[in-house]
């Protein structure tokens, strides 16, 4: 519990790693290639260290798993991470907490799964918390709240699709890999954006490591570590501890503020989390304490 707990709290800081990297001047990409591509060379680092080498995996299990890392969980961090630029921090994270709920959705649509009363409330009450959240922001942010929508859209997508590939290969190993793809791709658009460039100040270099360290290799590793343990569905409850610490910090560092309707509907997305979590036996890989 305790690993998971740190875990959680490591991913809290995500978003606010984020707001601090763009104050000290980094732009979205190049703060993306430059974490992802050192996050990857620590987790091959861990992989090689724990005896699950990436390039011992099967040619189609790897092909898939570098496919994953650069197009869609760079798909996923890139909507997120843009959204953080003219989002709050708080606002941002509890609209991607949606997205359990969607995994529910589509494994229903696409997957046949069943769907249980309690599972049916926790999506309305999850769809109604997003609604109040989003009627309550102000117009001038609406494409960030599109790309805030989006980002959780995304992850659905990245979670039913590694569920198989996971399946198959030691998890530390296959991050090692999709971090690889991300980096590989991040660093492309970077370059292709004049933006593949060292940070130009030391406050660019901590946020810059401070990131790819915590709310990545640590936030990853311990959560990996703490999953067999407890078993998915508490760690996805101990895991909604992650949004708590993004508003906490948000609110004590930025200033950043909810109306009442707002703080209702962030509520109403945690209680629906806690819900399905409570309720869902097995959830899919990275279903819990994984955002990017």
């Given at each position: 519990?305790?690993?998971?707990?740190?875990?959680?709290?490591?991913?809290?800081?995500?978003?606010?790693?984020?707001?601090?990297?763009?104050?000290?001047?980094?732009?979205?990409?190049?703060?993306?290639?430059?974490?992802?591509?050192?996050?990857?060379?620590?987790?091959w680092g861990l992989?090689?260290?724990?005896r699950q080498n990436?390039?011992?995996?099967?040619?189609?299990?790897?092909?898939?798993?570098?496919?994953?890392?650069?197009?869609?969980?760079?798909?996923?961090?890139?909507?997120?991470?843009?959204?953080?630029?003219?989002?709050?921090?708080?606002?941002?994270?509890?609209?991607?907490?949606?997205?359990?709920?969607?995994?529910?959705?589509?494994?229903?649509?696409?997957?046949?799964?069943?769907?249980?009363?309690?599972?049916?409330?926790?999506?309305?009450?999850?769809?109604?918390?997003?609604?109040?959240?989003?009627?309550?922001?102000?117009?001038?942010?609406?494409?960030?709240?599109?790309?805030?929508?989006?980002?959780?859209?995304?992850?659905?997508?990245?979670?039913?699709?590694?569920?198989?590939?996971?399946?198959?290969?030691?998890?530390?190993?296959?991050?090692?890999?999709?971090?690889?793809?991300?980096?590989?791709?991040?660093?492309?658009?970077?370059?292709?954006?004049?933006?593949?460039?060292?940070?130009?100040?030391?406050?660019?270099?901590?946020?810059?490591?401070?990131?790819?360290?915590?709310?990545?290799?640590?936030?990853?590793?311990?959560?990996?570590?703490?999953?067999?343990?407890?078993?998915?569905?508490?760690?996805?409850?101990?895991?909604?501890?992650?949004?708590?610490?993004?508003?906490?910090?948000?609110?004590?560092?930025?200033?950043?503020?909810?109306?009442?309707?707002?703080?209702?509907?962030?509520?109403?997305?945690?209680?629906?989390?806690?819900?399905?979590?409570?309720?869902?036996?097995?959830?899919?890989?990275?279903?819990?304490?994984?955002?990017?």
């Amino acid at each position: 519990m305790a690993l998971v707990l740190v875990s959680a709290t490591a991913f809290g800081t995500n978003a606010i790693f984020a707001k601090l990297a763009y104050a000290a001047g980094l732009g979205t990409t190049q703060l993306l290639a430059f974490r992802f591509v050192l996050a990857a060379a620590g987790m091959w680092g861990l992989a090689l260290m724990l005896r699950q080498n990436p390039l011992r995996f099967r040619r189609a299990s790897l092909l898939a798993l570098f496919g994953l890392g650069a197009i869609v969980y760079t798909g996923q961090s890139l909507t997120y991470f843009t959204a953080l630029q003219t989002l709050p921090a708080s606002l941002c994270v509890l609209i991607v907490y949606i997205y359990p709920s969607l995994v529910v959705i589509a494994g229903w649509l696409f997957l046949r799964r069943s769907l249980t009363r309690w599972l049916l409330l926790a999506l309305l009450g999850s769809f109604a918390g997003l609604v109040l959240l989003v009627g309550g922001a102000e117009l001038h942010i609406a494409w960030g709240l599109v790309f805030a929508i989006a980002a959780p859209a995304i992850y659905t997508a990245y979670i039913l699709l590694s569920e198989n590939v996971m399946n198959r290969v030691p998890a530390v190993g296959a991050s090692a890999v999709i971090m690889s793809g991300a980096g590989i791709a991040f660093s492309a658009i970077a370059l292709g954006q004049g933006e593949l460039k060292l940070p130009a100040s030391s406050n660019g270099w901590l946020v810059v490591l401070a990131l790819a360290l915590i709310p990545t290799m640590i936030a990853i590793s311990t959560f990996l570590a703490g999953l067999p343990r407890v078993g998915a569905a508490r760690a996805s409850l101990l895991s909604t501890w992650e949004p708590v610490v993004t508003v906490i910090l948000a609110v004590i560092l930025f200033g950043d503020r909810f109306s009442v309707l707002q703080a209702l509907g962030g509520v109403l997305i945690l209680a629906a989390v806690v819900m399905q979590a409570g309720r869902v036996g097995r959830t899919a890989p990275g279903a819990a304490g994984a955002l990017p």
